[in-house]
């Protein structure tokens, strides 16, 4: 079972300031660090250090190809990324002397996926192989569509949410990843409860995961819920523990752990990821996560 992963390539620009650069103001960084991103790319990676089989279906600029050989180099297949003339999506990332961070994003290629990319990943995919999206590429709604028409199976992370998409796209996903955030703004709710209400009365048949944060994570689907406790660990950066999670979760369950299980193994390789500075390079292998799990138990 494959793992077609439509999603954002970024180049994360990241710059060390004093202060945030004020209108007119030309400031001097003396440190910068460039770093592949993106949520997409980094749920491939989370994927593919969790062993499954994944491609990543995305665009860059023909003169980045460096980021095609990162993402080869963790076991993330590439065939499927298209180059073009657009800019490769980035991030140009001020951090202040706070920590704090103020970010100007272009999604650049990652909004020049075409029809013909999808028809040709599509007529690579066997029914029953997932389709993972997030909301960083153009076409969701085409892309899923697609899928649902050849059989595959759809999990989607509507990060940034865009409420209108979702509800056009609901009915034809299978899992559903969201943060609390995410949760409470698709139904204008001010709870993760009221949410998990909205989803079980709107969409009882929907599987949906919501990620709690240091407060682990929910999981709803016709069945019931499953609640699994975060680890406690010290947390350093929490970037890309979400992309961890749902990178873990998914390979979880297409090598048919339960989904108690797999829910599990995915906190304990987002813990992971928060303990380490960074995004895609804080993601645990599944030897560490394995290790990690033993010498909790
Ligand atoms: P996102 O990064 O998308 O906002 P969350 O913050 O909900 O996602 O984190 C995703 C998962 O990462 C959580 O469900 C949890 O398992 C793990 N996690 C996040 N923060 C911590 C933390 N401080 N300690 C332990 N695990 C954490």
Not at 208 to 231: E, H, M, P, Q
Request: negative net charge; charged residues 15%; contains cysteine.
């Amino acid at each position: 079972m494959t793992v077609f992963n439509i999603g954002s390539i970024n180049i994360d620009h990241v710059y060390q300031v004093s202060h945030f650069v004020r209108p007119g103001e030309t400031l001097t960084s003396n440190h910068y660090q460039k770093i592949l991103g993106g949520k997409g790319a980094n749920q491939s990676i989370a994927l593919a250090r969790a062993n499954a089989s994944v491609k990543h279906v995305g665009a860059i600029n023909q003169s980045d190809q460096d980021l095609v050989n990162q993402l080869a180099q963790s076991g993330v297949g590439t065939a499927l990324i298209s180059h073009v003339t657009q800019a490769t999506g980035h991030a140009i990332i001020q951090v202040n002397q706070e920590a704090e961070n103020a970010i100007v994003l272009f999604a650049g290629a990652n909004h020049a996926i075409t029809g013909t990319q999808l028809q040709e990943t599509f007529a690579q995919a066997q029914a029953g192989d997932w389709v993972l999206l997030q909301n960083e590429t153009n076409g969701i709604d085409t892309a899923i569509s697609l899928a649902k028409a050849n059989n595959l199976q759809v999990a989607f992370n509507p990060a940034p949410m865009d409420k209108t998409l979702v509800e056009q796209v609901i009915e034809q996903i299978d899992l559903l990843i969201v943060n609390e955030v995410e949760a409470m703004d698709l139904f204008n709710v001010k709870s993760v409860e009221a949410a998990q209400r909205q989803f079980s009365q709107q969409h009882p048949q929907l599987a949906v995961i919501i990620t709690l944060g240091s407060a682990g994570v929910r999981y709803l689907d016709k069945d019931g819920v499953i609640d699994v406790a975060a680890f406690n660990v010290q947390a350093i950066d929490t970037t890309a523990a979400g992309d961890t999670f749902i990178g873990y979760c998914l390979a979880g369950l297409m090598s048919e752990q339960p989904i108690a299980l797999a829910l599990r193994q995915a906190c304990a390789a987002s813990a992971l990821c928060v303990t380490q500075n960074g995004a895609s390079t804080s993601i645990p292998t599944l030897e560490q996560v394995t290790q990690f799990l033993e010498q909790q138990a």
